[in-house]
């Protein structure tokens, strides 16, 4: 993709929307809403990196009810023309068709390789990706698997989403969160897996969420890890223009 002058593509990950409340969630809402309408300007493409909702479940007729600003923004976004692409997160892995059928919104469940003027992005959630965080990556296991979410659909939506609300806001092992403090780069396993993947092919920025940290650490001179942090406490992005990746804070 070339970006024409003037324009940027814009990231952005871990709304995690119904948590802790709903009531919370909607002013929340409604600042990423406000975002959204303004970098639509001049928005080439909007990326959001997964967790935009704390718990997201699709049975075959029926999603969770909420938040229908923030779809009925991206649904005007990308009937303008502006290309959004959304890469699931570990908090919303359960979703299937609805955001492309409905939407038109590409869906993606791996971390995938794209080029913006000749620069090349490797982007993803960042969840069970690099070494450790053992525990997390046996619990996604067994949430993706085809007969785990086959007899979760069972469940009526009354209690199945109340129920996986409810764990997904106490257990902190289904969510994988660490605590919200940098480790050092020997220690941020998401930094460890940046650099593996170097060794075989080079990347000019890789993309991340799910550590809710705004980071952009300088893997080598040629290669940078950014995380674009979250829209609970940091409320921060990240913004290409062409040339350069950078971190951006939204203006109070």
């Not at 975002?35 to 493409?45: P, Q, R, T």
């Not at 992005?121 to 997390?136: K, M």
Request: net charge negative; with cysteine; aromatic share 16%.
């Amino acid at each position: 993709m070339n970006i024409p002058k003037g324009k940027k593509i814009y990231f952005s990950s871990d709304n995690h929307l119904g948590a802790p409340t709903m009531e919370e969630s909607r002013k929340r809402e409604a600042v990423f809403v406000k975002w959204l309408n303004e970098i639509k300007e001049d928005a080439a493409a909007i990326f959001l990196l997964g967790d935009l909702f704390d718990f997201w479940f699709e049975y075959k007729h029926v999603v969770p009810k909420g938040f229908v600003r923030t779809l009925g923004k991206l649904a005007e976004i990308k009937d303008s023309g502006i290309p959004v692409y959304f890469f699931v997160g570990n908090h919303d892995l359960w979703m299937n068709d609805y955001f492309e059928t409905e939407l038109n919104i590409p869906v993606f469940h791996q971390p995938e390789e794209f080029q913006f003027n000749n620069k090349t992005f490797l982007i993803g959630h960042g969840d069970g990706l690099g070494p450790g965080d053992e525990g997390y990556k046996r619990m996604k296991k067994v949430f993706t698997n085809p007969l785990s979410k086959w007899l979760y659909r069972w469940l009526h939506p009354d209690l199945g989403v109340p129920l996986a609300q409810y764990f997904s806001v106490k257990n902190k092992m289904i969510s994988g969160d660490e605590d919200q403090k940098f480790l050092g780069e020997d220690k941020e396993w998401l930094i460890q897996y940046c650099k593996r993947k170097l060794e075989t092919k080079h990347y000019d920025y890789f993309l991340f969420g799910h550590r809710h940290l705004p980071l952009e650490i300088d893997l080598n001179d040629k290669s940078t890890y950014i995380n674009t942090g979250d829209w609970i406490s940091h409320y921060t992005y990240a913004e290409f223009d062409g040339e350069k990746l950078s971190l951006k804070k939204l203006e109070s």
